[in-house]
């Protein structure tokens, strides 16, 4: 059974920095791809960035790109989200997934950005 536990989120003033963590047990984490994705209060799930099995290659969103980094650990099982000049719309509970798709993924983090 997939099991993924998120932690490292919390309130944080903006231009801050988070990193955030994400345990992986019960499936090959080495050979899956994983995402971060997250939810505003009101919104839908949106996707924010996807790293390769190897932990390698990484894709970000626009809203994101250049201010979060991607990173996969696969000898510790971990996926990571550190996230750098957090603004106020960075707000949201932040889940990891693993690939394909988002449907397997943990209970979140919540993140809040404000002053």
């Known amino acids: 059974e997939v099991h993924l536990v998120e932690s490292g989120g919390g309130l944080v003033q903006p231009g801050g920095s988070l990193k955030l963590s994400c345990a992986a047990s019960?499936?090959?984490?080495?050979?899956?791809?994983m995402s971060w994705v997250r939810q505003a209060p009101g919104k839908d799930l949106e996707w924010v960035s996807i790293?390769?099995?190897?932990?390698?290659?990484?894709i970000y969103s626009d809203s994101v790109k250049g201010r979060f980094t991607i990173s996969k650990d696969n000898a510790e099982n971990r996926l990571y989200l550190q996230m750098n000049n957090l603004k106020p719309e960075d707000t949201a509970v932040y889940y990891c997934?693993?690939?394909?798709?988002?449907?397997?993924r943990g209970q979140g983090t919540q993140v809040t950005v404000s002053s």
């Open positions: 790293i390769d099995s190897g932990g390698v290659n990484a």
């Open positions: 019960g499936f090959s984490f080495s050979s899956f791809g």
């Open positions: 997934a693993k690939s394909p798709g988002w449907r397997e």
